[in-house]
């Protein structure tokens, strides 16, 4: 089945600095590409997502690349505030399997 | 628009105990997966329903079962609960968009157990 790394475990960054969050995949199959973000004690949100046939995605201050070669895709987040806090979780999915696999998570601290 | 709604918010239970969840889906969507998140961890897949069957499985014994209804909620059932099941299990629920080749997926706030 699919097996997805994510990197770091832990990211601590200052106000106002980018943060990138890396992940990778083993099934070149895989399709779709979403990430969470899950505050303390609540649901994962989806933030944003890409899929295979897109190289990168950009949403204001979050952008995902993704490729296909290498297998890895990551999360960007630019100018960060102290509220993009959380656990950052990247996922694959792969369509006629309709299954997600989910990364450990990236615990992100921004500090004022 | 109804998000994805899950009951009950906590629930505790002992070891060999028997545990139903609930599960609503978001409007308009026909499609619910269970995961299991682990403190610390990111969400393992149990299964997913649609169409009322279990359509995929992940690596979790029989014990877990499931059910998805006319309407498209949905159970989780856990048989002869173990202390390791303590964790918070998550529904998400989504549409199928056949030939699109991927579909978002939407989180509920999840059920806490904690078996002792």
């Known amino acids: 089945g699919e097996n997805v790394e994510q990197h770091p475990s832990t990211l601590s960054v200052q106000e106002g600095d980018s943060a990138v969050i890396k992940c990778t995949y083993s099934?070149?199959?895989?399709?779709?590409f979403p990430w969470y973000k899950q505050e303390l004690g609540k649901r994962p949100q989806l933030i944003i997502d890409?899929?295979?046939?897109?190289g990168e995605k950009k949403d204001q201050r979050i952008a995902v690349t993704l490729n296909k070669t290498a297998k890895h895709f990551s999360l960007h987040i630019t100018e960060t505030q102290p509220e993009d806090s959380a656990v950052y979780f990247c996922a694959a999915h792969r369509y006629n399997f309709n299954k997600f696999y989910f990364g450990s998570g990236t615990k992100l601290n921004v500090k004022p | 628009d109804a998000g994805v709604t899950q009951s009950p918010t906590h629930l505790i239970k002992t070891r060999g105990q028997q545990v139903t969840l609930r599960c609503s889906p978001k409007?308009?969507?026909?499609?619910v997966s269970w995961y299991q998140q682990a403190l610390g961890q990111g969400p393992q897949f149990i299964f997913q329903y649609y169409e009322e069957e279990e359509r995929q499985r992940g690596n979790f014994p029989d014990r877990f079962s499931g059910h998805q209804f006319p309407n498209y909620s949905s159970e989780l059932n856990v048989n002869a609960l173990l202390l390791g099941d303590s964790a918070l299990y998550l529904c998400?629920?989504?549409?199928?968009?056949?030939?699109?080749?991927?579909?978002?997926?939407?989180f509920g706030p999840g059920t806490r157990l904690t078996v002792t």
């Open positions: 890409i899929r295979s046939n897109v």
């Open positions: 409007s308009g969507h026909d499609t």
């Open positions: 099934d070149s199959a895989s399709n779709y």
């Open positions: 998400a629920s989504s549409l199928v968009s056949v030939g699109q080749g991927s579909y978002e997926q939407y």
